[in-house]
């Protein structure tokens, strides 16, 4: 057999910088990165790693169409990804319920029928390991590990095929980390998705990840299945990265 599968996302030759200007109005230029390049399949859980400043945020943007300048081609072979943020507390609506903010996308959809919106967004509820009980909360009545699961449900009430995750467990403590990872692997394989999962963490994406891109500086140091990056990393940066997550 040879059923490769279908393409997702392709990056090529991704570069792009940030201007500052100085208080004395010396204008500096930060290269953040570099000639990226890198292809997401369908399916697959791919990992981007790389230390806090080392561009892995400037990217995902790229990839969801935030960041307004950069060279090279970003082609996308789905809809839209859907994205799961850090920090699910600025990301949710602190003003909103639970039920408001799963059922917003759904009314954003066309789904006008409010029985109708309830079921889907209760189901939603109970996939992610909640229920009933927290339609009427709103985000600060919520753990973190809580927000992060409606974090998840509200971009997956919008039926991706692909999610972009940038650092979802990272504020979260490791016990709590270990519940959302092991719900983001399980939502993969029942909706059949397809992940880019950012962490400055290598042993957070050893847990969810089939392959991973190791980035340092805005360069793509390396590249290759986890196993091979975990147990025998060739890059030097990519070998201290496992250290410090062991
Ligand atoms: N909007 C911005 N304006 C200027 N500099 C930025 C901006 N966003 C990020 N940077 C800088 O770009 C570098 C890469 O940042 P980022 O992509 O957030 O890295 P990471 O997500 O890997 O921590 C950092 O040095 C950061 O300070
Ligand atoms: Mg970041």
């Known amino acids: 057999m040879n059923d490769t599968p279908a393409k997702i996302l392709e990056v090529r030759n991704v570069s792009t910088s940030y201007t500052r200007k100085s208080p004395l109005g010396k204008v500096k230029i930060q290269h953040v990165l570099h000639d990226v390049s890198f292809d997401l399949y369908e399916g697959e859980a791919l990992g981007l790693v790389g230390e806090s400043g080392s561009g892995k945020t400037t990217l995902a943007r790229a990839i969801l169409g935030f960041l307004p300048k950069y060279e090279g081609t970003i082609r996308h072979f789905s809809e839209r990804p859907q994205v799961v943020f850090q920090d699910p507390y600025t990301a949710l609506n602190p003003a909103k319920t639970v039920e408001w903010i799963l059922g917003e996308p759904l009314r954003m959809l066309g789904i006008q029928d409010a029985q109708a919106r309830r079921q889907k967004i209760l189901d939603m509820l109970i996939k992610v390991g909640l229920d009933e ?19 998840i449900a509200a971009a997956l ?6 999610i972009v995750a940038d650092e979802p467990v990272s504020a979260l403590d490791v016990t709590i980390q270990a519940q959302i990872l092991e719900l983001l692997a399980r939502m993969k394989e029942e ?4 992940y880019l999962f950012i962490s400055h963490d290598m042993n957070v ?3 969810l990840c089939d392959r991973v891109i190791v980035m340092r500086k805005g360069v793509v140091v390396e590249e290759g299945d986890i196993d091979q990056i975990f147990d025998a990393p060739r890059h030097p940066y990519t070998r201290e990265l496992v250290e410090a997550s062991k």
Do not use: C, H, T
Request: hydrophobic content about 30%; cysteine-free.
């Open 133 to 151: 009980s927290y339609l009427s909360r709103k985000p600060s009545q919520l753990s973190g590990g809580q927000r992060q699961r409606i974090s």
């Open 157 to 162: 009430i919008m039926e991706p095929r692909f």
């Open 191 to 194: 909706f059949g998705l397809s």
């Open 205 to 207: 994406v050893y847990q």
